[in-house]
């Protein structure tokens, strides 16, 4: 099998790439005919599956036709977006996926603009053609104008244009539904015929560089990447030409080649393959590994600078050590230095406290970080996410990002005077027959704590999404704070009824009877603007006399359910959230009430 074509799948979240590439494996027979197989099974992370995105690039081949198709299945959402840009280094071609209902998006945009800078050759997949709003020849003229917007050269311009059901396995050449085959070759035999063989060179010395890393208790960090000249061997002894310019030699442990799902132990590989390699403990996205004595380094990698900014300490509440095993600073430290071994965009720096500063693209890449560790019997607090500001010129900046939202026409209003709040520049807003799109430039700043806020104001019909554009001038102070101020629990015990009944109209509860609660937590949202102590454990004064009117069984509102999102979103810079593998509980810094006042006072003076 000596045909090799390397193609990368992008596309903007929720699209349907990763259910094409689950149909690309299982129709061409790269699976056993009695081999068990699950729904995305490219999703192999149970957060992923849950989700429905696509977090980490995965990596796998199929054979068809005496050719290995190398694919690489891309992140679509944005804070992940580090990585699209470096698989372009590894593939020769793309597939496009676009919703032949939603169309072009701010990740197709995103991830598209990635593509054509790296020279690849697209093809475009409309997806979906099934659902009856599908308008598929309104979403090819989107995909045109957007590569002219784009500017691709008149080659990428020639794109082919295929036509697929991934969720039935089906897909076609032509824009009619009814020539819809139960068949993912029209697809494949686009891959042979358009994409071009990696330009590589067979003959010379080695050159492979890593363009993604992973990480397994028994070899360590494995770099994985594209050869681009010469022939690697198990057990060879090898230079990595390091980032700084300096030049170390190790000894290959592992050689692993991608088919199907699984990752096999390989002995050799050649210029074109798709490979990981391990042997060397600290490999670094962007390096060069090349034959001794002949030490040629590739041009370096791009490695996006995170954006966001947020501190993890040990749980430091009352209910420490209640629900989660895992409560020690070093636990934590561990954990989170073993997450940069695979995670590029990660950084860490211990802070004080026992606590440690994480920066990442996001609020999306932060959260999921979060989720995983509370799933493995982790306890931490964490602050408000905040930006990570720059000096560019003597001007401090901040990250901004393109923000677009697709809603009904009832609620755009609202909407845009809450983002002019919060320093939302609009650049474009469009009418779709009864829904609008509106395009946006805002402060990342602006977007942390706007999620909620929109799906309340849309009544859940908004659909919002964003990219980092660039640094820009820092907007004003105040926006990203909470408007509202908060209820805070003034006493340890057991909420009651009764005293939430009587707290009812001072806001909104965030707890219900019976809930474990801890003096300086959060319980409820105030309906002004300032905090205010309240005592949730209070019982009824039980006398030996009967009321004159008959006691009422007290019924509550339900409580509003915060996600582990939802809390980062809600949270000031005073407060943080308890995580534990059972709960989020919202706090304050400082739990003692007479101490916060008394901060607190102090701070209005200053």
Same mark, same amino acid.
């Given at each position: 099998?000596?045909?090799?074509?390397?193609?990368?799948?992008?596309?903007?979240?929720?699209?349907?790439?990763?259910?094409?590439?689950?149909?690309?494996?299982?129709?061409?027979?790269?699976?056993?005919?009695?081999?068990?197989? #699950?729904?995305?099974?490219?999703?192999?992370?149970?957060?992923?599956?849950?989700?429905?995105?696509?977090?980490? +690039?995965?990596?796998?081949?199929?054979?068809?036709?005496?050719?290995?198709?190398?694919?690489?299945?891309?992140?679509?959402? #944005?804070?992940?977006?580090?990585?699209?840009?470096?698989?372009?280094?590894?593939?020769?071609?793309?597939?496009?996926?676009?919703?032949?209902?939603?169309?072009?998006?701010?990740?197709?945009?995103?991830?598209?603009?990635?593509?054509?800078? #790296?020279?690849?050759?697209?093809?475009?997949?409309?997806?979906?053609?099934?659902?009856?709003?599908?308008?598929?020849?309104?979403?090819?003229?989107?995909?045109?104008?957007?590569?002219?917007?784009?500017?691709?050269?008149?080659?990428?311009?020639?794109?082919?244009?295929?036509?697929? =059901?991934?969720?039935?396995?089906?897909?076609?050449?032509?824009?009619?539904?009814?020539?819809?085959?139960?068949?993912?070759?029209?697809?494949?035999?686009?891959?042979?015929?358009?994409?071009?063989?990696?330009?590589?060179?067979?003959?010379?010395?080695?050159?492979?560089?890593?363009?993604?890393?992973?990480?397994?208790?028994?070899?360590?960090?494995?770099?994985?990447?594209?050869?681009?000249?010469?022939?690697?061997?198990?057990?060879?002894?090898?230079?990595?030409?390091?980032?700084?310019?300096?030049?170390?030699?190790?000894?290959?442990?592992?050689?692993?080649?991608?088919?199907?799902?699984? !990752?096999?132990?390989?002995?050799?590989?050649? $210029?074109?393959?798709?490979?990981?390699?391990?042997?060397?403990?600290?490999?670094?996205?962007?390096?060069?590994?090349?034959?001794?004595?002949?030490?040629?380094?590739?041009?370096?990698?791009?490695?996006?600078?995170?954006?966001?900014?947020?501190?993890?300490?040990?749980?430091?509440?009352?209910?420490?050590?209640?629900?989660?095993?895992?409560?020690?600073?070093?636990?934590?430290?561990?954990?989170?230095?073993?997450?940069?071994?695979?995670?590029? =965009?990660?950084?860490?720096?211990?802070?004080?406290?026992?606590?440690?500063?994480?920066?990442?693209?996001?609020?999306?890449?932060?959260?999921?970080?979060?989720?995983?560790?509370?799933?493995?019997?982790?306890?931490?607090?964490? =602050?408000?996410?905040?930006?990570?500001?720059?000096?560019?010129?003597?001007?401090?900046?901040?990250?901004?990002?393109?923000?677009?939202?697709?809603?009904?026409?009832?609620?755009?209003?609202?909407?845009?005077?809450?983002?002019?709040?919060?320093?939302?520049?609009?650049?474009?807003?469009?009418?779709?027959?009864?829904?609008? !799109?509106?395009?946006?430039?805002?402060?990342?700043?602006?977007?942390?704590?706007?999620?909620?806020?929109?799906?309340?104001?849309?009544?859940?019909?908004?659909?919002?999404?964003?990219?980092?554009?660039?640094?820009?001038?820092?907007?004003?102070?105040?926006?990203?704070?909470?408007?509202?101020?908060?209820?805070?629990?003034?006493?340890?015990?057991? $909420?009651?009824?009764?005293?939430?009944?009587?707290?009812?109209? !001072?806001?909104?509860?965030?707890?219900?009877?019976?809930?474990?609660?801890?003096?300086?937590?959060?319980?409820?949202?105030?309906? +002004?603007?300032?905090?205010?102590?309240?005592?949730?454990?209070?019982?009824?004064?039980?006398?030996?006399?009967?009321?004159?009117?008959?006691?009422?069984?007290?019924?509550?509102?339900?409580?509003?359910?915060?996600?582990?999102?939802?809390?980062?979103?809600?949270?000031?810079?005073?407060?943080?959230?308890?995580?534990?593998?059972? =709960?989020?509980?919202?706090?304050?810094?400082?739990?003692?009430?007479?101490?916060?006042?008394?901060?607190? $006072?102090?701070?209005?003076?200053?």
């Amino acid at each position: 099998m000596n045909e090799i074509r390397n193609i990368a799948i992008i596309a903007h979240v929720d699209h349907g790439k990763t259910t094409l590439v689950d149909k690309l494996l299982s129709m061409s027979g790269t699976f056993r005919e009695n081999e068990e197989v #699950a729904e995305r099974v490219m999703d192999s992370n149970d957060i992923e599956r849950e989700r429905g995105i696509t977090i980490l +690039a995965k990596t796998t081949a199929i054979n068809y036709k005496g050719t290995r198709i190398n694919i690489l299945d891309t992140p679509g959402h #944005a804070d992940f977006g580090g990585e699209v840009e470096r698989i372009m280094n590894m593939v020769d071609g793309v597939l496009l996926v676009v919703d032949a209902y939603e169309g072009t998006m701010p990740q197709t945009r995103f991830v598209l603009k990635k593509a054509l800078e #790296a020279g690849v050759t697209p093809i475009v997949v409309v997806n979906k053609v099934d659902k009856p709003s599908a308008r598929v020849s309104e979403v090819v003229d989107e995909v045109l104008d957007l590569f002219i917007e784009l500017g691709a050269d008149e080659e990428q311009l020639e794109f082919p244009v295929l036509y697929a =059901s991934a969720l039935n396995g089906t897909s076609s050449v032509d824009a009619d539904i009814s020539t819809q085959k139960e068949t993912m070759d029209p697809i494949l035999d686009a891959i042979l015929e358009h994409i071009p063989a990696p330009k590589v060179e067979l003959e010379g010395g080695l050159q492979f560089q890593p363009a993604l890393l992973d990480y397994n208790d028994f070899v360590g960090r494995i770099g994985i990447g594209r050869v681009t000249r010469g022939t690697i061997k198990l057990n060879e002894m090898v230079s990595c030409v390091r980032r700084d310019g300096s030049i170390k030699q190790f000894r290959i442990a592992k050689l692993f080649g991608f088919l199907g799902l699984k !990752r096999i132990e390989i002995t050799e590989a050649k $210029a074109g393959d798709i490979i990981g390699i391990a042997g060397l403990p600290d490999i670094e996205v962007g390096e060069t590994v090349c034959t001794v004595g002949m030490e040629e380094a590739l041009p370096l990698l791009r490695i996006d600078e995170p954006t966001l900014q947020m501190t993890f300490g040990t749980n430091s509440s009352p209910f420490v050590g209640r629900e989660g095993k895992i409560v020690t600073a070093r636990k934590i430290e561990e954990r989170l230095f073993k997450e940069t071994e695979k995670d590029v =965009s990660l950084k860490i720096e211990p802070n004080d406290n026992e606590s440690f500063l994480v920066s990442g693209r996001g609020e999306l890449h932060l959260s999921i970080l979060i989720e995983n560790m509370r799933r493995e019997g982790f306890e931490l607090e964490v =602050s408000k996410p905040r930006v990570i500001k720059k000096e560019i010129d003597g001007v401090m900046c901040e990250p901004y990002e393109e923000l677009q939202i697709d809603l009904p026409d009832e609620y755009v209003g609202s909407v845009i005077e809450a983002l002019g709040k919060r320093e939302g520049t609009m650049e474009n807003m469009v009418n779709h027959g009864g829904t609008v !799109r509106l395009l946006y430039t805002i402060p990342s700043r602006g977007l942390i704590g706007f999620t909620t806020e929109f799906m309340t104001m849309t009544k859940g019909y908004g659909i919002m999404n964003h990219t980092y554009k660039e640094y820009r001038k820092m907007a004003g102070d105040t926006v990203g704070e909470r408007k509202l101020g908060v209820l805070v629990s003034m006493e340890n015990g057991k $909420a009651t009824a009764y005293a939430l009944g009587g707290l009812e109209d !001072r806001g909104i509860m965030f707890i219900e009877p019976g809930t474990d609660v801890y003096e300086g937590m959060i319980v409820g949202e105030h309906t +002004a603007d300032n905090d205010l102590a309240v005592n949730v454990v209070k019982g009824k004064n039980l006398t030996n006399t009967r009321s004159s009117s008959k006691d009422h069984t007290v019924v509550l509102k339900r409580p509003r359910i915060m996600s582990l999102e939802a809390c980062l979103d809600y949270i000031n810079s005073d407060e943080l959230v308890e995580v534990t593998p059972q =709960s989020f509980r919202l706090r304050k810094k400082i739990l003692n009430t007479n101490e916060r006042k008394k901060f607190d $006072a102090k701070k209005m003076r200053n």
